[in-house]
């Protein structure tokens, strides 16, 4: 079982950036995969990126490549998401969660076990 702690977000102007932390504890999160979803109210909540603790393996919707960067301190079982050239379009509460890795890239999030508060992501224009 895994405990899920988020920090970081707030608000940024547009162009900003943002770090976002998720600190595990527990079980298992070697054997997990790891992602970070984002929700605007009355919206689902939607994919962002995936990391896979064994091996380091990155996966990212397109809403997120080439500005997003999902990453990980495997000695303290943490992975962030940094955000970079925000835009406001990127507001949304941002929520970390994990999985048991069962081989390939999940962006459902009714698949995913374990998942954090969330954390609130504001980018003004």
């Known amino acids: 079982q895994l405990q899920m702690v988020q920090s970081g977000g707030g608000s940024v102007q547009a162009g900003g950036s943002l770090t976002l932390s998720c600190a595990t504890s527990g079980y298992g999160y070697s054997s997990s995969i790891l992602a970070w979803f984002r929700q605007v109210s009355g919206k689902e909540r939607e994919g962002v990126a995936i990391?896979?603790?064994?091996?380091?393996?990155?996966y990212y919707t397109d809403s997120a490549k080439g500005r997003f960067t999902i990453s990980q301190d495997v000695s303290a079982n943490t992975v962030y998401l940094r955000m970079d050239n925000l835009q406001p379009e990127d507001t949304a509460t941002y929520y970390c969660?994990?999985?048991?890795?069962?081989?390939?890239?999940?962006?459902?999030?009714?698949?995913?076990?374990?998942w954090g508060r969330g954390t609130q992501v504001t980018v003004s224009s």
């Open positions: 969660a994990a999985r048991a890795d069962a081989g390939s890239w999940i962006l459902d999030a009714q698949r995913y076990t374990y």
């Open positions: 990391i896979r603790p064994r091996g380091g393996s990155t």
